[in-house]
């Protein structure tokens, strides 16, 4: 009777505990000067789910992910990651983005550093992993991402989708709970972007919680567990990969989805 | 004893390689210094604090505004007054050192400024603090970017630390001075102390060289074009290296 009471405490603990979102951003507001960038911005993540936001240019997505991770202070509003409130903790932002990867629009790899150099340098100084260990986490991270054999290479001898890879094995390389994508795609050409999207496609397959700003629709299709779609600073509308795509959405966000597919 | 023979004798005297020497020491230290005390104040200037950056303002105004040999002089002469009494040597690398920081901020803020936003972003994303996005990734950029700008600075500082004779340090124009001026064998003197600082010059351009070769094989490949001899003596003349 006991256990069984215990057993149903337990269980009811485990279904909270999957409920508790590992992000949740509540009325979130962004001003650069007189200019509203993000206007009352709300949503949840759940721990191993993808969420892709979508919409046109300006519309504020880039902006939601530097302040997801305290890249830009906010105006308004809460942002709770990990069962921590993270906002207004601008101050020890460095701590918080060590549990949270980024991948930017123009890679942003270090030039002066190797590939491998590049994924070890925040786990051996920031984390303060030992180097050896570092060594083979990258090499095993630059496996995953497919280019094994560029450890030794330097930025400016990869392609633009080889860099991109490495910029993602070197977010992983911090172990992050939560990854960022700001548009990975957009400064490659067409035949780099599937690798860059694969590699993405199959982390959140893994079950990385991950937020991905794109403008690649059959990638949002596929990968994504629910798509948000923003326009003027605001969340127009939040739904399913099957609904969004189905055609039951706000007539805006279908207005965008023709553009972008025509 | 010839022309042709005085001027070797001085040439492969102890007094005048001592000089040189002295000369050599003189401008490494003080471009130490110098490089030093630029790289706080370039970061003083783009400091968060007000205050921090007044007081950067105010060194580079002084230091700036007055002419370098004032400076030495100063040095030299007035600090003794507050009980600050420093050798000949020391005043010289101080004095030169700290002149040379008011030069190499503005050297070392342009190599700052050049690594890009975007690099900065990155290192913090990665949870970095502010001293180490600039200790792993912005400054080892920009000291590849501003080595041939502190190469010309090296020649110049050469050059300059023939000032310090005023002081009394024996530096190689000194020497070749007080050499000449007991016989009056100016020529065969100046000519010796002439070949040494073409030589050290020519040596530092093929460091340089060299140095620069190191870092663009550290990536960042195109940024700085190969430059031939002439290009470099060009470099020197068009006005790079500050009148001070």
Partial sequence: ?262 | MTRGEYFFHYLVSVAFVKGAGMTLLITITSLLIGMGVGLILALGQGSRFGAMRSLTLTYLWLFRGTPVLFQLIFVFNVLPAFGIVLSGFASAVLALGLNEGAYMAEIMRSGIQAVGRGQRTAGRALGMTEWKVMRFIVLPQAFRIIIPPIGNQFIGMLKLSALVSVIAVQDLLLIANQTASANFRYLEALGAAGIYYLVLTTIFMAVQGRVERWANRRGRRGTMQPRSLTQRLIAWTSGQVAIR
């Fill in chain 1, 1 to 262: 009777m006991i256990e069984e009471s215990m057993a149903m405490i337990d269980s009811n603990a485990q279904q909270q505990a999957a409920a508790v979102p590992l992000l949740s951003i509540a009325g979130l507001r962004k001003s650069y000067g007189a200019v509203e960038v993000l206007r009352d911005v709300s949503f949840d993540l759940c721990k191993g789910k993808t969420v892709v936001v979508i919409g046109p240019s300006g519309s504020g997505k880039s902006t939601l992910l530097r302040c997801i991770n305290l890249l830009e202070p906010i105006d308004e509003g809460t942002i709770v990651f990990d069962r921590q409130k993270i906002s207004g903790t601008d101050a020890h932002g460095h701590h918080v983005r060590i549990d949270i990867g980024m991948v930017f629009q123009n890679f942003e790899l270090f030039p002066h550093l190797t590939a491998i150099e590049n994924i070890m340098l925040a786990p051996v100084e920031v984390r303060k992993v030992p180097k050896a260990q570092a060594r083979d986490t990258a090499l095993a991270l630059l496996e995953k991402v497919h280019i094994p054999d560029k450890a030794d290479a330097f930025p400016d001898e990869l392609s633009g989708g080889q860099q991109q890879r490495v910029a993602i094995a070197r977010a992983l390389a911090m172990n992050p709970k939560l990854m960022l994508y700001d548009e990975p795609t957009s400064a490659l050409d067409p035949e780099m972007i599937k690798e860059v999207l694969d590699v993405i496609l199959e982390l959140s397959n893994e079950g990385m919680t991950s937020v991905v700003v794109t403008h690649e629709m059959s990638f949002a299709r596929r990968a994504a567990d629910e798509i948000v779609f923003m326009d003027g600073g605001r969340v127009i509308e939040r739904a399913s990969s099957e609904r969004f795509f189905g055609g039951e959405v706000h007539p805006r966000a279908q207005k965008f989805i023709q553009t972008i597919l025509h």
